[in-house]
C-alpha cells in the first residue's frame, strides 16, 4: 500500500530543497543552474501547493529571454562549480549569462495550466508573460521549422534528449576531430554507464563551437550547421504551445490570425515525421530526409500535442504489455536498447507527465493505467532523474524536481485501473 501523504510530502521536499530563490534546480551538484525545460516541468509540480511560486518560476525563467525571442537552455543566474559547459564555455550576451541555445517550450503550456488553477489570480501575470511567450513561439516558427512544417533541433542539448538513438545516423555524417579540450563534470556525480559516451559529448562540444563562433547568429547557424533533425518531441511540444498560446491570447482578447497559421503549418509539419516503416512518428534528418528509424517517449506526445492516431494508439498499448514500467525513452525491442543509458532506454517520468496530459486530454484509456506504473515507479524508487523500465532500478542523479513534480502533477492520483 502506497502512503500517498507521505510520497506527497517528500515529493514537496525535493523541491523546496532545490528551491534557489525564484527558480528551481534539477538536483544540486550535477545540474547546479535553471534549466529551460525543467524549469517549466518544476512550476506544474510547484503550482500544486504554491501558485505564487510556480508564476515566479516561469517569470525567472522569460527574465532571461533574449532581444530575438529565444529563452535559452539555461540560465546561470550565479556561480557554482562543478558543471560544464558554463557561462564563460558558451559566451553569449543575453540579460541572464545563459547557454546559446532553446529547449521544448514547455513553459507556454505550464503557464497555461497555471493560470487555469486562478484565472483572476493570474490576470496581471499572464498578461504580463504573454508577449515575452508569444515572441518565443515567434522564433521558433522562423528558425526551426524544416520545409515541411516540422520542428528541428540543432543541437541534442536543445531536444532535451542528449544522446537518443534519433541523432545516431546524423551524427555518424559529422568529423568531430576539431573538438576543443574540455573536461567533463557530469560523470563526477553520477555513473558514467548512465551518461552520455565521450563520442557524443564530442559532439556536443563541437556544435556548440560553431554557434559560438558565429556569435549565435540563427541565419549564420543555419547555414553552416551539418546537425538539424526534425523531431517528434520537438514537434509535437511547440504545436502544444501555439495551441495553449492561441487559447490564452483568445481569452485576453488578442489577434490570433497568425497563432492559427502556425498551427496549421504544424499539422502539417506532424505529418512529415511520420514513419510508416515503423508505424509511428520518428525523427528524420532534414538534410538527407532519412528516417532515425526510432519509436522514442517523443512519438507518444502526439496526444499532448492534440493529435490522435490509431496506430499509436496500438503502440501504446504494445508498451504496457511489454515492460512494467512505461514509457521508455526508446523502443525496449529496439537494435541500440540501452536499460541505464540516459535517453537510450530508461523511463522518464517527466516526459510520461507530459503523455498522460496528452492521453487524459483525448480520453485514452490506458492513461490510468500508465499513470498507475510511474505512480508506483515513483513511490518504491524515490525521485531519481531516471529510471530501469524493466526493474525499476533508479539512476542519473537523485532528488530531481521534475520527478517529484510528476509526482504531484499527475502520477500520485490513483484512479484503480490496470
Not at 503557464?111 to 522564433?139: N, Y
Request: aromatic share 12%; proline share 6%; charged share 25%.
Amino acid at each position: 500500500m502506497i502512503d500517498v501523504d507521505a510520497v506527497t510530502q517528500r515529493a514537496i521536499d525535493v523541491l523546496k530543497r532545490n528551491d534557489r530563490g525564484g527558480y528551481t534546480i534539477p538536483t544540486d551538484g550535477l545540474y547546479p543552474y535553471q534549466w529551460n525545460w525543467d524549469s517549466a516541468i518544476s512550476a506544474l509540480g510547484i503550482a500544486e501547493f504554491d501558485l505564487d511560486r510556480a508564476w515566479q518560476e516561469i517569470e525567472t525563467l522569460m527574465s532571461g529571454q533574449w532581444d530575438n525571442g529565444m529563452v535559452p537552455q539555461i540560465l546561470f543566474h550565479t556561480e557554482a562549480e562543478g558543471y560544464f559547459p558554463g557561462a564563460d564555455v558558451w559566451n553569449c550576451d543575453g540579460p541572464v549569462p545563459s547557454s546559446g541555445i532553446s529547449q521544448p517550450p514547455v513553459a507556454v503550456t505550464a503557464a497555461r495550466l497555471i493560470w487555469e488553477k486562478d484565472t483572476s489570480l493570474g490576470k496581471s501575470r499572464m498578461e504580463a508573460l504573454l508577449p515575452k511567450l508569444r515572441c518565443w513561439t515567434d522564433w521558433f516558427m522562423r528558425w526551426r521549422l524544416d520545409d515541411k512544417g516540422a520542428v528541428f533541433t540543432r543541437h541534442p542539448w536543445e531536444a532535451g534528449r542528449d544522446n537518443a538513438p534519433d541523432w545516431d545516423k546524423s551524427a555518424a555524417r559529422i568529423d568531430t576531430s576539431g573538438v576543443q579540450s574540455y573536461i567533463r563534470e557530469d560523470t563526477k556525480h553520477v555513473n558514467s554507464d548512465h551518461r552520455p559516451t565521450q563520442k557524443d559529448y564530442d559532439l556536443y562540444v563541437w556544435l556548440l563551437q560553431l554557434g559560438r563562433d558565429v556569435n549565435w547568429d540563427d541565419g549564420a547557424i543555419a547555414e553552416n550547421t551539418p546537425f538539424k533533425v526534425a523531431d517528434p518531441l520537438m514537434t509535437f511540444i511547440t504545436l502544444r504551445a501555439v495551441r495553449d498560446l492561441h487559447a490564452l491570447c483568445e481569452a485576453f482578447g488578442q489577434n490570433t490570425d497568425q497563432l492559427a497559421e502556425y498551427i496549421t503549418v504544424l499539422e502539417a509539419g506532424v505529418d512529415s515525421i511520420w514513419n510508416p516503416e515503423i508505424q509511428a512518428y520518428d525523427s528524420r534528418d532534414v538534410q538527407t530526409g532519412e528516417f532515425a528509424g526510432s519509436l522514442s517517449c517523443g512519438s507518444y506526445l502526439c496526444w499532448y500535442a492534440g493529435v490522435d492516431r490509431k496506430e499509436m494508439r496500438g503502440q501504446l498499448r504494445n508498451a504496457l504489455s511489454r515492460t512494467k514500467y512505461p514509457v521508455a525513452s526508446y523502443d525496449i525491442q529496439g537494435a541500440v536498447f540501452d536499460p541505464h543509458r540516459y535517453w537510450r532506454g530508461p523511463t522518464w517520468p517527466c516526459v510520461n507527465l507530459l503523455i498522460g496530459i496528452g492521453l487524459a486530454d483525448f480520453g485514452v484509456p490506458e492513461e490510468p493505467k500508465l499513470r498507475r506504473r510511474i505512480r508506483e515507479l515513483v513511490a518504491e524508487n524515490g525521485f531519481s532523474e531516471y529510471f530501469d523500465p524493466i526493474t525499476g532500478t533508479p539512476a542519473g542523479g537523485k532528488s530531481f524536481s521534475w520527478t517529484a513534480a510528476a509526482w504531484l502533477r499527475w502520477a500520485r492520483f490513483d484512479t484503480h485501473s490496470d
